[in-house]
């Protein structure tokens, strides 16, 4: 499979690799055999139906959850048990959750610094004008002092982004950052998203928007049942899907 | 003319239905009640007492209280007044108050931290002090302290000697007591310098975060500061300090600073005691702090120890902190079974023995709940003062 940004100058290949990953709650098998490449600037969507275990591989990339067999590697460096790593990756690693987890006894600025203040050491000023320059970016500067409570869901969700992205991740990981909004408020996240993946970040995406799959995805993965089932480019996977796992899916998702 | 201003807003509902009217017309209700009931009172007692012949009056404070007490922090002797007594036996209920408040702090905040703990023997060491020590009346714990484990102990000839400088026996824990000698000046001086290079340090580090964006590590050369400097001005200035030590005169010991039997008892017992139940309250707080919270914190590079500390705990103050000052107020009022033991707090002296001598029931009774509601009040103002210091905004 070609995508546009392997060929493109100073990009890494593979600054994801997941290779025969499996996962286990107790004696519930999650996740089944997964081998996943991502290249550095690519833009990958994960969609399927529920409890089919794509927050849990999402969560696995930057070790919220253990895997049990098999190898991750971020950025070159293994996920295991050494804390040291799990540390490095995560900062290399932004997350974005459907439920915004802002911390919300820190003002908007200060969500946004915290991380780069105490994890990056980087001088308070400086933080918080990086931190200015990215609220602008998601469109919210003048809601910097206000506390996560006092804000809208998409507003949070777009302070979300913007924390997330004040560690200059190399990564982003979004877990269905719409799907606890109303529908005014997807499009003001989405569009900050889309804005994002012009940017050349490499993203992984849950989500059910496919209007947003089929604009910026280099990639659309669909899981069932804790395995990869299908995975092809926007175009190919919406007008011509191989599975009939996908096929009903794409009829059911559609159809609203 | 006279029609001339128009009243545009709305009709007002009936009197009788307006809630604002109703809520005043209860309340007058609801206070005129309340001092109703307290005439009744104080004139009944007041000629109850006019029939039996007790005077009344805050006069017997002056008078001559003639009776030992076993532990004083304010000057005391048999010589002194009733009014006297009083202090006494405040400072002995604000020491045992203070004491237990501090170590049921730590206490609870270490056992209530073990029992979330991964480690599965500590956690349940944890649950299992939690149950047993909160379930058990918090009097038969006192008595457990007093005459099970410390009236247990040796008597003084047979004393714990540790050193030839503490002494342990059944009347009491002995220590050695410092006085100091001229040239202490210097090592008060030290201290302060202390104090004042710390905070200088907070600011410069502050400063320097700002600049270079270098996090100093202030807490632990604070307190490097704050231990070395007064030790090295204490040897500068030639040790101006000798110990008093305690030694045995005849049957008992002399010298020196004791812990008596009856202090170490309730201390003891309230700060097992109050400590479950801060336990529980830090463990409710820890979990009411949501798993999203700690993963967005993890998610975003932070180490599990600045997790706790800056996302954490922050929020969970906010959950601990009521529940928290109610602990803090029982301590308090717990600490009154003094009296069960002889401990001479003011509930066992003054409103015991004080009461007793003099009669002055209404006076004594009035003077000592007055306290208790004065210190709760104190008390809760100050946890007031600092929930709403770290209270969340919301819209
Ligand atoms: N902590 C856990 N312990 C046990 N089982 C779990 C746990 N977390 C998730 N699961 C199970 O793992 C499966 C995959 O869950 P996951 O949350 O990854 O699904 P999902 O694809 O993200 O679903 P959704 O679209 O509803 O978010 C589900 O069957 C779920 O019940
Ligand atoms: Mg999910």
Redesign the interface.
Known sequence: MQTPPKDQPGKKPGIIRVEGMHKWYGDFHVLKDLNLTVDQGERIVICGPSGSGKSTFIRCI?R?EEHQQGKIIVDGIELTDD?RHI?TV??E???V?Q?F?????LTVLENCC??P???????????EASAMEYLERVKIPDQANK?P??LSGGQQQRV?IA??LC?KPKIMLFDEPTSALDPEMIKEVLDVMIELAGSGMTMLCVTHEMGFAKTVADRVIFMDGGEIVEQAPPHEFFTNPQEARTQKFLQQILAH | MKKQTIDTRPAGPKPWYDPRVRSLFFQAIAIALVFWGGWILVDNTLSNMESRGISTGFGFLGETAGFGIIMNLVPYDATMSYGRTFWVGLTNTLLVSAMGVVAATILGFIIGVARLSSNWLVAKMALVYIEVIRNIPLLLQIFFWYFAVLSNLPSPRQSVDVGGALFLNNRGLYLPDPVTQEGFGIVWGGILLAIAAVVGIRIWAKKRQLATGQIFPTFKVGVAILVLVPIISYLVAGRPLEWDLPALRGFNFGGGITIIPELAALWIALSLYTASFIAEIVRSGILSVSKGQTEASKALGLPNGLTLRLVVIPQAMRVIIPPLTSQYLNLVKNSSLATAIGYPDLVAVFMGTTLNQTGQAVEVVAITMAVYLTISLLISLFMNIYNRAVAIKER
């Open positions: 930057n919220l804390v540390d995560r900062r690693v932004g997350m959750f439920h987890n802002l911390f919300p006894h915290l991380s203040i105490w994890v990056r050491k980087t001088p308070r000023k400086e933080a506390f409570g006092q979300a924390r997330a560690m």
